[in-house]
């Protein structure tokens, strides 16, 4: 579904299908690769219960999305569980994101009660002694696993999502079976991208040609498994999916594959929005780049969302430069935006993680 004009009278780009707000900033987890550099305090600006509402009263007055609440550790906000029931009497999917402790039978009860549909847990290593040390708090690992059992026995449908880098890309295949033992429905492994704290371990970034290994490592263990596998924060996947089918002799079309023949791989501001936890809006988490700021327009997430000129830029992919520009596959793959930014300072520039040569820059291909 397209949604009114831009500045320019062109169409604004597909509805939303994604939100994800960051309810708080607040978080007691120290992880590594964190976008927000968040701490476990208080942080002003916060959106109010009647901002919330409002939020969400414009977001479903176009468009049904999915809603990420996310943080932080949003379940540090006290309102949480009002600000979902909310929006799913608005009629949104509801979903969460804690990292795992403060989940317990109690809090597992209130998430089901207050509509959440699925929440996504982080796991970003095998064992205690990996996971442990990203998060940067001890007995983490222990207390997610702990949560997770308290989500499954209250009936909530949960996912595992995993921070891919050189510290942890060895144990992929165990953090899916792990996944597997403990019944989540999906496993979503997120290639880093180094913003916030994410710049100091940069070199932790698994380097180009194993990013393309990985990427055909998930395809190949995505017909092996009974859960949704899919990687985030990863848009090549989507050419790499479609070069392994068709050379399988599968062609991708809407009807063979649903809706993942209809998504483009980075959705910044293209179907996705971040919702920052004082009301910037933003392509995602990781493209730190104010596109409108929800007070400073009374709340017209609507007026942002078809207007602004980052976003527009982002779902008109002529705009792209370098191999993305010429690329057969851009309007499948598009490049990671937020990595082309913090590693260029131009996120219309070609994504710097991709070993793929177009077919019209290759010697002889005209």
């Not at 990996?130 to 449908?157: C, N, S």
């Not at 996947?237 to 089918?245: A, K, L, N, S, T």
Request: proline share 6%; aromatic share 8%; net charge positive.
């Amino acid at each position: 579904m397209k949604v009114g004009m831009d500045g320019g009278g062109r169409p604004a780009g597909p509805a939303p299908r994604l939100v994800a707000w960051e309810t708080t900033r607040r978080c007691p987890m120290k992880c590594k690769h964190c976008r927000g550099s968040a701490r476990d305090q208080d942080y002003a600006g916060e959106l109010s219960p009647a901002e919330a509402r409002l939020l969400i009263d414009n977001i479903a007055s176009f468009s049904k999305p999915i809603l990420i609440l996310t943080g932080g550790e949003p379940m540090t906000r006290e309102d949480i569980y009002d600000i979902a029931r909310y929006g799913t009497d608005k009629g949104l999917r509801v979903v969460m994101s804690p990292c795992g402790p403060l989940i317990t039978p109690e809090t597992a009860s209130k998430m089901k009660e207050s509509g959440i549909q699925r929440i996504s847990v982080s796991i970003d290593g095998a064992t205690a002694a990996t996971h442990d040390k990203f998060r940067g708090v001890p007995g983490a690992f222990d207390g997610a696993l702990r949560g997770i059992g308290h989500a499954r026995d209250a009936g909530m449908e949960f996912q595992i999502n995993t921070t891919v880098t050189k510290h942890n890309i060895s144990e992929l295949a165990d953090i899916l079976a792990l996944a597997e033992r403990l019944g989540a429905v999906a496993f979503n492994p997120f290639l880093l991208v180094p913003t916030g704290r994410g710049k100091a371990i940069s070199d932790l970034e698994i380097p180009p040609g194993e990013y393309e290994r990985a990427l055909n490592w998930v395809y190949e263990k995505s017909l092996e498994t009974d859960i949704q596998f899919k990687p985030t924060c990863a848009p090549h996947y989507h050419r790499i999916f479609r070069q392994r089918e068709e050379k399988a002799g599968r062609e991708v079309t809407p009807k063979s594959h649903g809706l993942f023949a209809m998504t483009k791989g980075c959705m910044g501001g293209d179907g996705f929005v971040f919702v920052s936890y004082d009301g910037i809006l933003q392509p995602c988490g990781f493209f730190d780049v104010n596109c409108g700021d929800l007070r400073r327009e009374n709340f017209d997430f609507k007026k942002i969302y078809e207007t602004s000129k980052v976003f527009n830029e982002l779902r008109d992919t002529r705009t792209y430069k370098g191999k993305c520009g010429v690329c057969e596959y851009v309007k499948v793959c598009g490049g990671c935006r937020a990595r082309a930014l913090a590693l260029s300072g131009d996120y219309l520039a070609e994504e710097p993680f991709c070993v793929y040569t177009p077919k019209s820059m290759r010697r002889g291909d005209g």
